[in-house]
């Protein structure tokens, strides 16, 4: 369960910054939308905000989750369909950042609210988690927009999409990948801890 809930607070950012990138870019779907907002109500998608990641987090060995979608219009994006890699990286981006600012708490609370940095510390493991399994290209996950990014035949693209949720399942369920994930988030998680101890 406190995967489920750190998952809720780290969807807003993550979804906020795709919406504010397409935004900064020139797109006005995901203000029109109600997109552009921390408020982590308008990024819940049920299955994959809730559902999923509670029985997967039940199941061990990995962590299958993520927000509603922002949607873009790379039409109105400048750049076009690279304004939308820009846009499908900043969500990334934004766990990263989040990662650290959680390092941080988790450092300055370490003696005077053990429990705190507890908490902390699980979310800088899990926004790395996000960071690097959004990063994978499979739809819906913001890596498949850097294969629109390459220009791909839409038509495989397409077909992917289709079997998109099905291709996430098996690769979490069926193989080390959850695993492989963990292990790198672990050592990013690290690196950030070492960088932020040399300086707080």
């Known amino acids: ?12 950012p993550h ?42 987090s039940l199941m061990g060995g ?12 790379p039409a109105k994006l400048r750049g076009g369909l690279n304004g939308l890699a820009l846009v499908a990286l900043a969500g990334p981006a934004s766990n990263i950042v989040m990662a650290v600012l959680l390092a941080a708490v988790a450092i300055a609370t370490v003696r005077t609210a053990p429990g705190l940095s507890g908490f902390a510390q699980r979310g800088v493991l899990l926004s790395l988690y ?6 994978l290209p499979v739809p819906p996950l ?8 390459a220009r791909i035949p839409i038509a495989f693209y397409r077909e992917l999409a289709r079997a998109g949720f099905l291709v996430l399942v098996v690769l979490m369920v069926a193989t080390s990948l959850g695993s492989y994930l ?6 990013a998680a690290e690196a950030i801890f070492r960088a932020l101890t040399a300086v707080i």
């Open 1 to 12: 369960m406190v995967n489920v809930l750190l998952l809720w607070m780290l969807t807003a």
């Open 15 to 56: 979804e906020f910054a795709h919406a504010w990138v397409a935004t900064r870019l020139g797109d006005d779907t995901p203000r029109n939308e109600g997109r552009v907002t921390l408020n982590p109500l308008a990024h819940v998608d049920w299955i994959g905000t809730a559902l999923l990641p509670f029985v997967t």
């Open 62 to 73: 990995g962590f299958l989750g993520w927000g509603k979608p922002v949607s873009t219009n």
């Open 130 to 135: 996000l960071a690097l399994f959004n990063l």
């Open 142 to 149: 913001d890596g498949s927009k850097l294969l629109l990014a």
């Open 182 to 187: 963990v292990l790198w988030s672990d050592l």
